[in-house]
């Protein structure tokens, strides 16, 4: 019997979804990795997309005009999601590397909403200027 | 008199889970081991659990009550709220009968961090007990207080998938040792804590600290062990081997 349960002892990636009675740490490591996925994958995309340039000027625009097309860009929605993760992650891995080196342990929870605050504002201000720079363009 | 549905996740003859509820008094004082004491009792004898001291002393009531380990026998079935308590066995073990669960896995791992004192000198004998002061004994008495009950193993997310990580209470029970000073088998507990199973593996999610009983706070010690690891890499390049 022992050994027929052992197929269920490992939650894999969907245990990290079951907050229910968990604690802030166990959201903010979700989300870490959940945010740390979509960079490395934003990270091939955006490879994908510039690779485009060995091959031609003509093959990169035509790439990015077909995606960037029409009155309204949809893809910024997923730009400003992108910086939103960006913000995310590299706040909680800031208040992680901390605490790793011992600095605010017992703290650690007050500085996940702190650096998160701190990170959010700045996504503001981030934001601001790039539509600022895109008004101006 | 008002009655409480206690919800338990029980193994049938193949070994598979199944939920069979139970309805049994409810009051203000009884604790989860209680409820599940009048269900065997009363209702069903073949039900299963591990329990003993009844006093959060011998670690082995732990289950998972209401999606959260905790141990049976301190849990009070009023401070779960409702009229229907859910009872599982912890996450993480493969489970022997309803609710009891194997813990060979666990105790192999804390016994490889050798969790007793270590001395260069043990074939000396001596003549009274090695004296501490106060600042000393405090150092390591709160890690010293484990009860070996893994519930920090089934809250550990990391535990969850991948189950070679030595994990929060043989971690935890490491910097006990290290951060003892009369232990001088810091060299052989780093050299563990420093491999692909130690502590690099430690999210510092902080479930373990969370569902402790004890206060033992393993996801603390695991970042102190990591702060003492360096130092001691960092040493190891100016000494003489
Ligand atoms: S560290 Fe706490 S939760 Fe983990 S085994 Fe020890 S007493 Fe139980
Ligand atoms: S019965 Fe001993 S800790 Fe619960």
Known sequence: MVEENVKNLREGPMGWVKFYRKGIGYFAFAMHRFSGLVIVFYLYLHLFVLSHLLVGKASYNSLVTSVTYGPFDSFLVLDVLLALVIFYHGANGTRLALNELGIGLHKNKVMFYVFEVIAMILLGIFLYYAYMFLGAS | ?241
């Open chain 2, 1 to 241: 008199m008002e009655e409480l549905v206690v919800e338990v996740t029980r193994t049938d003859e193949k070994g598979n889970p199944k939920l069979q509820s139970f309805n049994v008094p409810k009051d203000k004082v009884s604790t989860v081991l209680e409820a599940l004491l009048y269900i065997k009792e009363n209702i069903d004898p073949s039900l299963s659990f591990r329990y003993s001291c009844r006093m959060e002393i011998c670690g082995s009531c732990g289950m998972e009550i209401d999606g959260k380990p905790h141990m049976a026998c301190s849990t009070t079935t009023e401070s779960l709220k409702g009229d229907k308590i859910k009872v599982a066995p912890l996450k993480h073990y493969n489970v022997i009968r309803d609710l009891a669960v194997d813990i060979d896995g666990f105790f192999d791992k804390y016994k490889a961090v050798k969790p007793y004192i270590i001395r260069d000198d043990e074939n000396v004998k001596y003549e009274s007990e090695l004296l501490q002061t106060p600042a000393q004994f405090d150092e390591f008495i709160d890690y010293s207080l484990c009860i070996k009950c893994g519930l920090c193993m089934a809250a550990c997310p990391i535990e969850g998938s991948d189950s070679d990580y030595l994990g929060p209470a043989p971690l935890a029970a490491i910097w006990r040792y290290v951060a003892d000073n009369r232990d001088q088998g810091a060299k052989y507990r780093l050299e563990i804590a420093s491999g692909p199973e130690g502590t690099s593996r430690c999210h510092f999610v902080g479930e373990c600290t969370e569902v402790c009983p004890k206060g033992v706070d393993p996801s603390y010690a695991i970042q102190k062990l990591r702060g003492s690891m360096v130092k001691y890499e960092f040493q190891s390049l100016f000494r003489r081997h």
